[in-house]
Every structure is written in structure tokens, then in C-alpha cells.
């Protein structure tokens, strides 16, 4: 089965500074998709950034950008100058292709500092 | 364009009850796919439908059980209710393939009592 593990259960980083989240997976397939999705406090989950595994090239939206290391199964997000409303839980997640699902991390709970 | 639009965003109910949650998608989306999120066990995938028909399911017993409708909403309903099915319930709705990722809802809270 696969799972996807986010080591970091929290994070904090100033206002306008870099920070880095960590998500590492476990697939034996080859054609899958990652995703990371932000959820404030209104409950509702973001999609933040995704990644097609046969992609070599890290995706990058706005502020947000992935290293994407396939055979290190490792897809993490840096966010560049944060901001305040970045203050969120943020989920890693997998999906096998023709799954119809995805499989979660466990979350990182990320602070701004003003 | 609207979004995705879950009803009730909160519901309060006594062990034993059956409850019915309700999910409109975007416009447009075929699938709608539905997750439980609990502090202890995280994001869980309950099922995933796609016109009409039940594509994939989760681990969960079969008292979570949900159906689609010819316009795309879909229900989930959960019978004979226990403490431990107080969560979070996420619905999320996509074009029908995992290339397109799916878009969210707010979510039902639902507390068992």
C-alpha cells in the first residue's frame, strides 16, 4: 500500500522568510501524481502545487515551488517569502494513476511569525 | 464558477442515528469523492463516484455507504452512528482523472453524541 509520511508535525518561520516542508512516499509504481494542498482554519483544502511523476522538471506556482527527487521518493515544498496567510496545515498527497484517490501525509501545521 | 458546496457544515447527533451529508460539485465534474478527517487517524478516503457509478472504495465499514446522482451531487450516509465517527467529512470533486486534481469542499462537521 502506499503511504506518504510528513515528518515535520510543525513549522515556524518569519514573515518574509523561506521555509521548507518535507513529504517522502512509498510507491512501487511508476506513473502517480503529487500534490500538496493547504488547509486554513476555514476547513476547506487548497491546492497549493502538483507534480507529475514522469515530469522531471519541479513545478512552481507563484511563491510555492517543489523538489521533486523521484528516487528518493521525497516531494517537498519551499515557500518563498511567506507571508501571513500562509499560516496553515499543509498536506502531502499521492495518486496512483486510475486510483480515483488520494493518499494523505499526516500534515505540518505552519506558523508565521510577524 | 461556484465551488464546492457541502451541506450541512455542522451536525450534531445521538449514537445509534443514521445521517445523510450532502455534496454539490463544480460545475462540470463528474467525480466527487469523499474523505473523513480525524485528529487521530488523519485523512481517510471513504469513496469515489463518477456518473453515477462507485469507482473505488476505502476501508470503512458498511455502515458509510453514498450514491450519485445523475446531476453529479452526491450523498453520504452513515448509519447506526457511533462516538467514533465524529470527524470531519470531506468532499471533493474533479474531472474524473487523477491528472486534474480534485477541488474541495469545507467539509461537514459531524459530532456523535
Known amino acids: 500500500a502506499q503511504t506518504v509520511t510528513q515528518s515535520q508535525p510543525e513549522m515556524s518561520v518569519q514573515e518574509a522568510e523561506t521555509v521548507t516542508l518535507s513529504c517522502t512516499y512509498d510507491?512501487?509504481?511508476?506513473?502517480?501524481?503529487l500534490f500538496w494542498y493547504k488547509q486554513p482554519p476555514s476547513r476547506q483544502m487548497i491546492l497549493v502545487i502538483r507534480?507529475?511523476?514522469?515530469?522531471?522538471q519541479n513545478a512552481t506556482e507563484n511563491r510555492f515551488s517543489v523538489n521533486f527527487q523521484k528516487a528518493a521518493k521525497s516531494f517537498s515544498l519551499k515557500i518563498s517569502d511567506s507571508q501571513l496567510g500562509d499560516a496553515a496545515m499543509y498536506f502531502c498527497a499521492y495518486s496512483r494513476q486510475g486510483a480515483q484517490k488520494l493518499v494523505f501525509g499526516q500534515g505540518t501545521r505552519l506558523t508565521i511569525n510577524p | 464558477k461556484a465551488g464546492v458546496t457541502q451541506t450541512p457544515r455542522y451536525l450534531i447527533k445521538t449514537r445509534g442515528q443514521q445521517v445523510t451529508l450532502s455534496c454539490s460539485p463544480i460545475?462540470?465534474?463528474?467525480?466527487v469523492s469523499w474523505y473523513q478527517q480525524t485528529p487521530g487517524q488523519g485523512l481517510q478516503f471513504l469513496f469515489e463516484?463518477?456518473?453515477?457509478?462507485?469507482?473505488n472504495k476505502g476501508n470503512f465499514p458498511g455502515r458509510f455507504s453514498g450514491r450519485q446522482f445523475s446531476n453529479s451531487r452526491s450523498e453520504m450516509n452513515v448509519s447506526t452512528l457511533e462516538l467514533g465517527d465524529s470527524a470531519l467529512y470531506l468532499c471533493?470533486?474533479?474531472?474524473?482523472?487523477?491528472?486534474?486534481?480534485?477541488?474541495f469542499g469545507s467539509g461537514t462537521r459531524l459530532t456523535v453524541v
Open positions: 471533493a470533486s474533479s474531472l474524473g482523472a487523477d491528472y486534474y486534481g480534485y477541488t
Open positions: 460545475s462540470g465534474h463528474r467525480s
Open positions: 507534480q507529475e511523476a514522469y515530469k522531471q
Open positions: 510507491t512501487s509504481e511508476s506513473d502517480y501524481y
Open positions: 463516484y463518477f456518473s453515477e457509478t462507485q469507482r
